[in-house]
Each structure stands twice: as structure tokens, then as C-alpha cells.
């Protein structure tokens, strides 16, 4: 029975097996890039640089229609735009980069809904907002393996620098570290896997999935580290569990596997032991020692 409900579909179905290896590739990544969103305040950022895609995917789908690499290649050109014109509003003017960005993606989202709509109907609408996880393709999961293995080597090479980054920045200015590099190959990391994640999540369920098991890892772990793979277990087993949820009750996977994200989110807030509801209404247990 247990095996009719969580292994039979993959060994009977290959699509189901194609969104397990994406899946297994975007939760690998998601967990130390939203991490480091969260410990640079930058959780905003990243939903903001996930709806400012739009646009260019809108665009190479108006030019080539639903072409995997005219639609990846427009959707990074729009994200890094967007990402140097809110840094440049805000060192030019009085408006905060917060406020500029907020701006700018609302503008972009609104002109990718209308660009979509001029070419597509409703279902192609939704395929590119809410992605397509069960037919995923083969050059589309390619993209996704190849990007999750880039920005895993990359992070390797930049962990070190991001972590003193975020917890002393003086000291590594005061070194000579490299910060501003690692700041921009870690913006740039993260645009490139939210266009990588089109196809599987769409562009507004891409960023769930590095924010809430994040967000979840903080109430349990202590440590960069632990964070890191406590999220990115947390993010394989959503994406598990929202394949399988899918397929069993007919429900369209992106949202799934991002409610069940979020129910791990809110589970620890109420339970967990590093500032968790419980801990804090009740410290008397942990205090008896």
C-alpha cells in the first residue's frame, strides 16, 4: 500500500521520474540561496527579481512562442535589468532601493501579464507564471541539472566570502576580500536559477521554494551550515511531497509543492527550538537545567 502511494509513480511513470530530477536539482540549490537571501535581508529581493523575469520570457515567447532557450535567455536579460536599474534609482535619487525595486517589478510583471496576452491565450499564461513540472521536457531539465551543478561549484567557491560578508563586513573590507565580487556572482546565481526554474515552477512559484524552507531552517538550526542542508532537505522533501499530491488528487504541482513548504514554515513557527511560539511562551522547560 505504502508503496502503491509514494514509490510506484516514479517507477511506472518517466514524467513523473523527469520532476523528481528537477525537483532534486532546484531543492539542492534553493537551500543555500535562500540562506543567504535570508541572512543578507534580501528575502524581498529575490520575490522581486522572481516577478521581474517576466517580461523577457514574455518577450521570447511573443518572438518564438513557447522556445525553452529564446524565454530563458529573455528572462535573465530582464532580471539583471531590472536588478542594476533599482541600484542605480536609488544611488541616483532620494528613493530607497527597496522602494525602487518594488516599483520596477510591478511595472515588469504588469507588462509581462500584457505581452503574453497579446500572443497566448489563458493556458500559456499560466504555464509561464505557474511552470509545468509533470511535462518538462528533456532540454529543460538539462538546463535545470546544468544549472543546479554551475551554481553549487560556484557556491563552494564563494561560501567563505558570502558567510564573512554577512556577519562582518568590516573585517573583510579591512582584508582586501573580494566582497563586491561574491555580492554580484551571488545576484547573478540567483537570477539564473530563477530562470532555470521557469519551466519546472513558473516564474511566481520559483522563489517559494528557496524562501520558505529557509525561513523553516532558521527555526531549527544554528549554524550557516546546518541551515543550508537543513533547507535544502526541507525543499527536496516539499517538492517530494507536492509531485506525489499532484499526481494522486489531480492538483497543479508548482502551488503544491509550495503549500506544503509552507505548512513546514509554519510548523516552525509554532515548534521550533530557536525562537519558535512555543519556546518563547513557554522557556520555562529548557530553563529548569
Same mark, same amino acid.
Given at each position: 500500500?505504502?508503496?502503491?502511494?509514494?514509490? =510506484? &509513480?516514479?517507477?511506472?511513470?518517466?514524467?513523473? %521520474?523527469?520532476?523528481?530530477?528537477?525537483?532534486?536539482?532546484? +531543492?539542492?540549490?534553493?537551500?543555500?540561496?535562500?540562506?543567504?537571501?535570508?541572512? @543578507? %535581508?534580501?528575502?524581498?529581493?529575490?520575490? !522581486? #527579481?522572481?516577478?521581474?523575469?517576466?517580461?523577457?520570457?514574455?518577450?521570447?515567447?511573443?518572438?518564438?512562442?513557447?522556445?525553452?532557450?529564446?524565454?530563458?535567455?529573455?528572462?535573465?536579460?530582464?532580471?539583471?535589468?531590472?536588478?542594476?536599474?533599482?541600484?542605480?534609482?536609488?544611488?541616483?535619487?532620494?528613493?530607497?532601493?527597496?522602494?525602487?525595486?518594488?516599483?520596477?517589478?510591478?511595472?515588469?510583471?504588469? +507588462?509581462?501579464?500584457?505581452?503574453?496576452?497579446? %500572443?497566448? $491565450?489563458?493556458?500559456?499564461?499560466?504555464? /509561464?507564471?505557474?511552470?509545468?513540472?509533470?511535462?518538462?521536457?528533456?532540454?529543460?531539465?538539462?538546463?535545470?541539472?546544468?544549472?543546479?551543478?554551475? +551554481?553549487?561549484?560556484?557556491?563552494?567557491? /564563494?561560501?567563505?566570502?558570502?558567510?564573512?560578508?554577512?556577519?562582518?563586513?568590516?573585517?573583510? @573590507?579591512?582584508?582586501?576580500?573580494?566582497?563586491?565580487?561574491?555580492?554580484?556572482?551571488?545576484?547573478? #546565481?540567483?537570477?539564473? $536559477?530563477?530562470?532555470?526554474?521557469?519551466?519546472?515552477?513558473?516564474?511566481?512559484?520559483?522563489?517559494?521554494?528557496?524562501?520558505? &524552507?529557509?525561513?523553516?531552517? %532558521?527555526?531549527?538550526?544554528?549554524?550557516?551550515?546546518?541551515?543550508?542542508?537543513?533547507?535544502?532537505?526541507?525543499?527536496?522533501?516539499?517538492?517530494?511531497?507536492?509531485?506525489?499530491?499532484?499526481?494522486?488528487?489531480?492538483? &497543479? &504541482?508548482?502551488?503544491?509543492?509550495?503549500?506544503? =513548504?509552507?505548512?513546514?514554515?509554519?510548523?516552525?513557527?509554532? !515548534?521550533?527550538?530557536?525562537?519558535?511560539?512555543?519556546?518563547?511562551?513557554?522557556?520555562?522547560?529548557?530553563?529548569?537545567?
Amino acid at each position: 500500500m505504502l508503496a502503491d502511494l509514494f514509490i =510506484a &509513480p516514479f517507477v511506472d511513470f518517466a514524467f513523473m %521520474r523527469r520532476a523528481l530530477v528537477a525537483v532534486i536539482a532546484v +531543492s539542492l540549490v534553493a537551500g543555500p540561496l535562500g540562506v543567504f537571501l535570508q541572512l @543578507r %535581508r534580501m528575502s524581498l529581493m529575490g520575490d !522581486a #527579481l522572481a516577478h521581474a523575469i517576466l517580461p523577457g520570457v514574455a518577450i521570447g515567447f511573443f518572438l518564438f512562442g513557447l522556445d525553452l532557450w529564446a524565454m530563458s535567455v529573455g528572462g535573465l536579460v530582464a532580471c539583471l535589468t531590472v536588478a542594476l536599474l533599482s541600484g542605480a534609482v536609488a544611488r541616483l535619487t532620494s528613493l530607497k532601493e527597496d522602494t525602487s525595486l518594488a516599483a520596477l517589478y510591478l511595472i515588469s510583471l504588469a +507588462s509581462g501579464v500584457l505581452i503574453v496576452s497579446l %500572443r497566448g $491565450n489563458t493556458r500559456d499564461l499560466l504555464h /509561464i507564471l505557474f511552470g509545468s513540472l509533470l511535462s518538462i521536457g528533456g532540454d529543460a531539465l538539462v538546463l535545470v541539472v546544468a544549472v543546479a551543478i554551475l +551554481s553549487l561549484v560556484t557556491f563552494a567557491i /564563494i561560501y567563505r566570502t558570502l558567510v564573512v560578508e554577512c556577519f562582518d563586513p568590516l573585517y573583510l @573590507r579591512a582584508v582586501g576580500g573580494h566582497g563586491v565580487a561574491a555580492h554580484m556572482a551571488f545576484l547573478i #546565481l540567483i537570477a539564473v $536559477n530563477l530562470v532555470a526554474s521557469i519551466q519546472a515552477l513558473g516564474t511566481l512559484m520559483a522563489v517559494g521554494l528557496m524562501i520558505l &524552507p529557509a525561513a523553516a531552517a %532558521r527555526f531549527w538550526a544554528g549554524s550557516v551550515a546546518g541551515m543550508i542542508a537543513l533547507s535544502s532537505g526541507l525543499a527536496l522533501l516539499s517538492g517530494i511531497a507536492g509531485l506525489l499530491g499532484s499526481y494522486h488528487f489531480d492538483l &497543479p &504541482p508548482g502551488p503544491s509543492i509550495v503549500l506544503v =513548504a509552507g505548512l513546514a514554515y509554519a510548523l516552525s513557527v509554532i !515548534a521550533g527550538r530557536q525562537g519558535g511560539l512555543v519556546r518563547r511562551l513557554f522557556p520555562g522547560a529548557h530553563l529548569q537545567h
